[in-house]
């Protein structure tokens, strides 16, 4: 079974650029989430898709970031302009997205990105 | 705000020690979740644990849940170089708006 894609591996830009990061789910899997994680520090959850919907957004700035999962499989996460606080690794994961129980989420290898 | 405070926040040791994990809260989860991180990686899920009280064993990894479901431990016995990457531990509220709410991590070091 394939896990989850994320593109690209790394980036670097400047402050103010504009970046995008792309995410394709495990197969069938409903439920997808982008988190930002700083180094060495825990995923921070910037929202979260239940097919084609938006469950929980309440943690992504709004003023510069924005996402989309148009088809309810894979989606893009986008930064404009950027910060340099927003140095940090993009993690997508995935989830089955059954609505009672404990879910196993499933990470991708996530985006490093370096804004200078 | 649900929070989860994981200790130590920094742990380097030699091959063959054991150690233990600290994962603390002062609210109630219905489930919590060990993961591990290894570098330039995502974090893979090693164990849920559900029940209050519940022990879960994973080879040299033992996991416990406390009994009124508010922390939980991870202890790892004659630590090896593979077991280094971060430790994070993620609890599931179960309440209206459910999420996961995750801690803050863990990052061992083990030296040969």
């Known amino acids: 079974e394939a896990g989850v894609a994320q593109s690209p591996r790394y980036k670097i830009i400047e402050k103010r650029q504009s970046v995008a990061f792309w995410c394709n789910p495990i197969s069938g899997h409903a439920t997808l989430y982008w988190y930002q994680q700083i180094l060495g520090q825990g995923p921070k959850l910037l929202i979260q898709f239940q097919n084609n919907g938006v469950v929980d957004d309440s943690q992504l700035p709004k003023d510069r970031f924005s996402a989309e999962r148009l088809k309810g499989v894979d989606s893009t996460l986008k930064i404009q302009p950027a910060k340099l606080e927003d140095s940090a690794v993009y993690l997508c994961?995935?989830?089955?997205?059954?609505?009672?129980?404990?879910?196993?989420?499933?990470f991708g290898p996530g985006t490093r990105l370096l804004v200078l | 705000t649900q929070l989860l405070e994981q200790s130590p926040q920094f742990l380097s040791i030699q091959e063959g020690e054991n150690l233990t994990v600290y994962c603390n809260s002062s609210s109630v989860f219905s489930s919590l979740q060990w993961y591990r991180q290894e570098p330039g990686e995502g974090p893979v899920l090693l164990v849920t644990v559900v029940t209050g009280g519940e022990v879960k064993k994973l080879k040299r990894l033992t996991f416990q849940f406390g009994d009124a479901r508010k922390d939980s431990s991870l202890h790892i016995t004659a630590a090896q170089p593979g077991d280094t990457g971060l430790y994070l531990c993620?609890?599931?509220?179960?309440?209206?708006?459910?999420?996961?709410?995750w801690g803050l991590g863990t990052s061992l070091a083990v030296n040969p």
């Open positions: 994961a995935s989830s089955l997205g059954g609505w009672g129980g404990v879910e196993t989420q499933y």
């Open positions: 993620a609890g599931d509220n179960a309440g209206n708006n459910r999420k996961l709410i």
